[in-house]
């Protein structure tokens, strides 16, 4: 055997001792692979294979919460969202309860309210423990969309056709907040030159409201969006400046005047600059964002904090960033679970839980995601 060569035997000993030393060595810490195959979220088992649409917990106690969905899904939880219990409205029989589709929850200091179809309205004064039925007028235009708690007995509902309404007795009456039907706004600036305005079909999607009582919507064709500040006597149309059609909106850090986002067909991303005036007659400018979807498309974008940003969207595809929502990296912690992701939400003392079709609960497991 040459000098040049050396045996299989030697190759071995020679390679067992290079990875033991590199074991033995800071180049290698198990620590480090553990931090990053870490999900940063986990599948949460519920005793529900329904849609979830909306999740909430109260401010005054944020390990207590709701989450409810299509079928009648109704459930609770007392430990932050590990554990949830099936609940059951005893004002609403079994074979009623399961047609339902609970859609919108808003617990705010122990007082609760939730929306779903066929139109259904609940109210709970103490913490969930009973439920009233609250009666909806037949001459309300459209379905209820959208409730949020604003206060002792106080909340403010909007409905599919863009009405907008506030009760500060628990519901015994109603102030209209809108003296302009969408409708009749499009037909009074149809040559404002909104594209898509005169396609709109009275109705809206997913009407959000930011924590100053500001209102973003979509028409139902994804063609345009609208806008609503307090006081205000009619929505302000805008055009969504991209042929592609509107998949869904939202606001940044759930506040209009750091900006909003705007997810379209083909799984594109754009974010508004901030500062801007959304509310007036120009439009929005908005960056694209860089996120390689793969053509899934982009359902619902939440701040966890200035840097962190999630999205998720069809085929359980989850996306984070660490810029703002500048860009954008695949995470793979749903790569596993069928259906789509719908819903994403942090809340203020780091909670953070996605929502999905066929009971798909994850739950955020870090505070400071290392991903």
């Known amino acids: ?142 379905e209820p969309s ?22 500060e007795n628990s519901a015994r009456n109603w102030k209209a907040q809108l003296k302009e039907t969408i409708d009749a706004t499009l037909n009074r600036i149809s040559s404002s030159g909104v594209s898509g305005a005169s396609y709109f079909s009275g109705s809206i999607i997913d009407c959000k409201r930011d924590v100053n009582g500001n209102y973003l919507a979509v028409s139902s064709r994804g063609n345009f969006y609208l806008t609503w500040t307090p006081g205000s006597d009619f929505w302000v149309p805008h055009n969504r400046g991209t042929p592609r059609r509107i998949q869904n909106m939202g606001f940044v850090k759930g506040d209009l005047n750091q900006g909003v986002w705007m997810a379209l067909n083909g799984g594109l991303l754009l974010v508004s600059e901030p500062g801007q005036d959304l509310n007036g007659v120009l439009d929005a400018k908005f960056l694209k964002a860089d996120i390689k979807s793969g053509g899934y498309g982009i359902l619902d974008v939440a701040w966890k904090d200035d840097k962190e940003v999630w999205a998720v969207g069809g085929g359980g595809t989850m996306y984070y960033s660490k810029d703002g929502g500048n860009s954008f990296k695949f995470d793979s912690s749903a790569d596993k679970i069928p259906g789509n992701l719908y819903n994403v939400k942090f809340f203020p003392n780091g909670q953070g839980f996605a929502l999905g079709s066929d009971g798909v609960l994850l739950r955020y497991t870090v505070n400071d995601a290392q991903v």
């Open 1 to 142: 055997m040459s000098s040049g060569e050396f045996s299989r035997r030697d190759f071995v000993q020679k390679s067992t001792i290079v990875a033991g030393g590199i074991a033995g060595s800071s180049l290698w810490s198990p620590s480090v692979f553990a931090a990053t195959e870490k999900r940063a979220w986990e599948k949460v088992d519920i005793l529900a294979g329904a849609t979830l649409y909306d999740i909430d917990f109260d401010t005054k106690n944020p390990n207590h919460g709701f989450l409810i969905g299509s079928k009648g899904t109704f459930l609770e939880t007392f430990d932050g969202g590990k554990k949830w219990d099936v609940r059951t409205f005893s004002n609403l029989d079994a074979d009623e309860e399961i047609t339902y589709r609970f859609e919108t929850v808003s617990f705010l200091d122990g007082e609760a309210w939730i929306i779903g179809k066929p139109p259904i309205l609940l109210h709970s004064r103490d913490e969930g423990k009973s439920w009233e039925r609250i009666p909806l007028s037949p001459k309300l235009p459209g």
């Open 146 to 167: 959208n409730i949020v708690a604003t206060g002792n007995q106080k909340a403010e509902m909007s409905t599919s056709t863009g009405a907008i309404y506030s009760t």
